[in-house]
């Protein structure tokens, strides 16, 4: 059955730490993975990696993949209030849209 | 329009009464994809349009859900005689074609409670 699974579950660091998430993946004919920051409502698009060992960056946030070893990692530095949300990882198989699955998040809280 | 839009956003009922959820996706956008979040958990895949057409219905619950998507735009989800467990939150969301590999774009969701 294919699955996607995020750790930690929930993660509370201070305001300027590093953080890194870690997103496992088992997808039958796996296209890409995303990454998506949720605050309180809509979960907004990050990151969406097809290749591996490429690092895509934007800012603070920064994500790779290894499809090799079927994980992705998203790394936030310098770590700011505005950062705490639940960041949700998804997989997305080849011509399956229909078929994209999401982790059930990692909670991220910064404390000031 | 700007972004994708749902209503209502907020939603209290009884159990056993019929609820029905709205979506207006991107303009342009012809993939459209219901979900449900449980709290505490994950996107639970509900259903997904290309078009006007559903080609998996597989991940609707039960059979008191349905959906319909007409004119190639607005979606509507129907929960019929809802149940407590039907709390949660529905997260629409759309994408250009479905074989472009592009990212989905969520709405805010409606928060339907079931008393």
């Known amino acids: 059955e294919d699955k996607v699974v995020q750790s930690p579950l929930s993660l509370v660091v201070h305001e300027g730490d590093t953080v890194t998430l870690n997103c496992s993946y088992e997808?039958?004919?796996?296209?890409?993975l995303l990454w998506y920051k949720q605050e309180k409502k809509a979960p907004t698009f990050l990151f969406m990696l097809?290749?591996?060992?490429i690092e895509k960056k934007s800012g603070r946030l920064s994500s790779i993949l290894d499809k090799k070893e079927l994980f992705s990692i998203l790394n936030i530095t310098a770590t700011q209030t505005g950062d705490s949300a639940v960041y949700l990882c998804?997989?997305?198989?080849?011509?399956?849209?229909?078929?994209?699955?999401f982790g059930k998040g990692t909670r991220l809280h910064i404390l000031p | 329009g700007a972004g994708v839009s749902q209503s209502p956003s907020n939603k209290v009922t009884e159990k056993g009464k019929d609820v029905e959820l709205r979506c207006d996706p991107i303009?342009?956008?012809?993939?459209l994809y219901w979900y449900r979040q449980s709290l505490g958990q994950g996107l639970e895949f509900l259903i997904y349009?290309?078009?006007?057409?559903?080609?998996?219905k597989s991940g609707l619950p039960s059979d008191r859900f349905s959906a319909e998507r007409t004119g190639g735009s607005v979606s509507t989800l129907t929960i019929q005689r809802t149940q407590q467990e039907d709390s949660a939150v529905y997260l629409c969301?759309?994408?250009?074609?479905?074989?472009?590999?592009?990212?989905?774009?969520f709405g805010d969701g409606t928060r339907l409670s079931i008393l």
């Open positions: 969301a759309s994408s250009l074609a479905s074989t472009s590999n592009q990212p989905q774009h």
């Open positions: 097809t290749s591996s060992g």
């Open positions: 349009f290309q078009g006007n057409s559903a080609p998996d």
């Open positions: 997808v039958t004919n796996f296209r890409s």
């Open positions: 303009s342009g956008h012809t993939a």
């Open positions: 998804a997989a997305s198989p080849l011509n399956r849209d229909d078929k994209i699955i």
